[in-house]
């Protein structure tokens, strides 16, 4: 079980490889409180998450604040 509150959040750092295999690209972001989960469905099949999250557009910038430009 994950239980995240409202005041708490997850930072995530994300990997990708460059085009042509020149290194890698990282984008840094953080999940907020928050974290809603559960099955949707009796036969638990269906689930669902509701979280917000902020993802920095700019690759290996590590600034996890919005500069309001991207939401």
């Known amino acids: 079980d994950i239980s995240l509150s409202e005041s708490d959040y997850l930072i ?14 990282m984008w ?16 638990r099949e269906g689930a669902g998450v509701k979280f ?4 920095n ?5 590590r600034n996890l604040e919005s500069d309001g430009r991207n939401p």
Do not use: F, H, M, Q
């Not at 990708?16 to 890698?24: A, I, L």
């Not at 840094?28 to 036969?43: A, E, Q, R, S, V």
């Open 12 to 25: 995530v750092k994300v990997v990708r490889e460059k085009k042509g295999g020149n290194g890698t690209e």
């Open 28 to 43: 840094y972001g953080k999940l907020y409180g928050p974290l809603i989960y559960g099955i949707t469905t009796n036969d």
């Open 52 to 55: 917000s999250y902020y993802l």
């Open 57 to 61: 557009p700019v690759a290996d910038d």
